[in-house]
C-alpha cells in the first residue's frame, strides 16, 4: 500500500462505526466511510470536540451538522495551499491520500530535467494540478464542473502558481480527449482521478466500469513518443489495483517502462491502522 503519511495540516485521528475523525488543519470534522466496518470503543476525547458532522441517511445522500466551522479555511502541504469548505455528499474540496501519489510524480517531473506537458482529465479542485505545476510543469486541467475548475484556480493562486503555465478546460473529459487527438496534441503524462458515476456539462452519462478502459485507450493516443507517467486513480470497489495494471499492461505496451499498482492509504494517529483510501495505478518510463 501507498501511503500517505507526510501531512502535517491534516490527520484521521480515529475510525469506528463507519465514522472516521479527522484533523483539517485547526478543525475536527467527523465523516462517515464506508471502509470502517469495526465497532471499536470512541475513547479519543476528540470525538465530542468536532467541528462538523457528516450525517449520512439511509434514503441516501445526508447532510452537514455544523459546530463552530468557518465557510471556508485554508491547510497546507509542502509549498502548496488549498481552500477547503465543507459541500455536498460529505466532500471538503481535497482528497488528502493523493498527496502520496503528489509527491511521486512531482519527483518524476523535476527528476526528468526537461519540460513536461501533463493532462489532468476529472481534475477536481486541482490538487494533481498545483503539485504537478509546482514540480515545474505545464498542465492541461480538465473538468466538466465549472465551480470545481473555478475552485482549482484558486488553489492554484493561493499556492503561488497563478502566472504558472496551467489552462483550465470545463468540458467532458471524453470529448475533450477524442477533440485533442484530432487536433494532433499531446503529452508526456496523464492523470485521470475519474469518479464511479457521474454527468458531463450536457448530461453525458459517466459510468467507470464501462467507460474507464476506452478512454485509456483515447488516452494512450495522446501520448508523446517518450512519455514520462500515466497515473489512474479510482474509489471504485470493482476496480482492483490488478485491474488498474492490467489495463495499463495491455494499452502502454509499445512504450518502454514499468507498471505498479496498490492501494493508497492513511495513516491513523491514535492506533496505528493505515485506512484504506482507494487505488491506484501507475506507468512511469524506465
Sequence with gaps: MWIADKWKDYEVIDCSKGEKLERWGNYILVRPDPQVIWDTPRTQPRWKQKNGHYHRSKKGGGEWEFFDLPQQWDIHYNRLTFHLKPFSFKHTGLFPEQAVNWDWFSEKIRQ????????????????????????????????????????????????????????????????????????????????????SYG??????????????????????????????????????????????????GMEMRRFDGTIDAQEIGLPVSCNGLILPCGASGRWEAR
Design 112 to 195: 526528468s530535467k526537461r519540460p513536461i506537458k501533463v493532462l489532468n482529465l476529472f481534475a477536481y479542485t486541482g490538487g494533481a494540478t498545483v503539485a504537478a505545476a509546482a514540480a515545474g510543469a505545464s498542465v492541461t486541467h480538465v473538468d466538466a464542473a465549472k465551480g470545481m475548475v473555478t475552485w482549482a484556480k484558486e488553489n492554484a493562486v493561493s499556492s503561488g502558481l497563478a502566472n504558472a503555465p496551467i489552462r483550465w478546460i470545463v468540458d467532458d473529459c471524453v470529448k475533450f480527449t477524442e477533440r485533442e487527438i484530432r487536433r494532433g496534441n499531446h503529452y508526456d503524462a496523464i492523470i485521470m482521478d475519474p469518479p
Design 199 to 248: 454527468r458531463g456539462p450536457k448530461g453525458e452519462i459517466w459510468k467507470i466500469e464501462d467507460a474507464i478502459y476506452p478512454l485509456v485507450k483515447l488516452c494512450v493516443q495522446l501520448l508523446s513518443e517518450k512519455p514520462l507517467f500515466f497515473l489512474i486513480n479510482s474509489y471504485t470497489t470493482g476496480l482492483q489495483p490488478a485491474v488498474l495494471a492490467y489495463m495499463l
